[in-house]
């Protein structure tokens, strides 16, 4: 479907051609060289996707990602960053400081269109909201609480609530859940959903909830609305 789109890079030859290929496919392209100029197009017209080069003159992009990643109204922006940068190291930042992508340059255009089209295909409308037991998630004002306790959670901790939430007892791998809350996330070890799955569990336990979600050994995670014990 067409989407609005951000592209914030300082390259002009390397922004005309993927504004270009961008607009080919059939989406609104709005361009900027530096951080300033791509928060007035973001505040001016909501884009559904940013397309972020990491190294910009003056702030950094990912200055900007871990800006947008705190700001409760664009927290949940799907973001493809883009750079030189191909170190296993250098990904795994991008990613766990909050990217949903990461394009190594130099890339071609199919590369980059088809992971744009993956990211957006994820990108559904907000649901309703869904409600287990004392626990209420609400995906629009992105509020969770417990009975009258409210819950503080980051983005991705609110992601992984809200897919485990929508199946409830279904089990899930960890490969399964980086896939649904990471995205392409290729980089980042199984491990990183462990330890979020510790940071909402312990996010839940003012309400009482922290138990709502399983370990089940040996093949991931589920979500108990019955609230039965985690197995260590």
Not at 100 to 107: A, H, L, V
Request: glycine share 8%.
């Amino acid at each position: 479907m067409p989407a609005h789109i951000v592209v914030l890079e300082n390259a002009p030859a390397l922004q005309a051609l993927m504004a270009h290929n961008l607009t080919s496919a059939g989406h609104r392209v709005s361009c900027a060289s530096e951080v300033r100029s791509a928060l007035v197009l973001i505040a001016a017209d909501a884009p559904d996707l940013l397309l972020l080069e990491w190294d910009l003159p003056g702030e950094s992009g990912m200055a900007l990602l871990r800006q947008l990643r705190c700001d409760s109204l664009l927290c949940d922006l799907p973001i493809i960053m883009l750079g030189v940068r191909d170190s296993e190291q250098d990904k795994v930042l991008a990613l766990e400081s909050g990217a949903d992508d990461y394009i190594c340059k130099p890339y071609g255009p199919r590369e980059m269109l088809a992971r744009v089209h993956a990211l957006l295909r994820r990108r559904s409308p907000p649901a309703a909201s869904v409600v287990m037991a004392a626990l209420r998630l609400d995906p629009h004002t992105l509020r969770v609480t417990a009975g009258a306790v409210p819950i503080a959670l980051g983005r991705v901790e609110f992601k992984l609530l809200h897919f485990l939430m929508d199946h409830p007892g279904r089990v899930h791998s960890r490969a399964q859940l980086l896939d649904q809350v990471w995205g392409h996330a290729t980089y980042l070890d199984e491990r990183t959903v462990d330890a979020h799955v510790g940071r909402l569990r312990h996010a839940l336990q003012p309400g009482g909830c922290g138990h709502h979600i399983e370990t089940v050994r040996g093949s991931g995670y589920r979500y108990l609305a019955a609230g039965a014990a985690v197995c260590a």
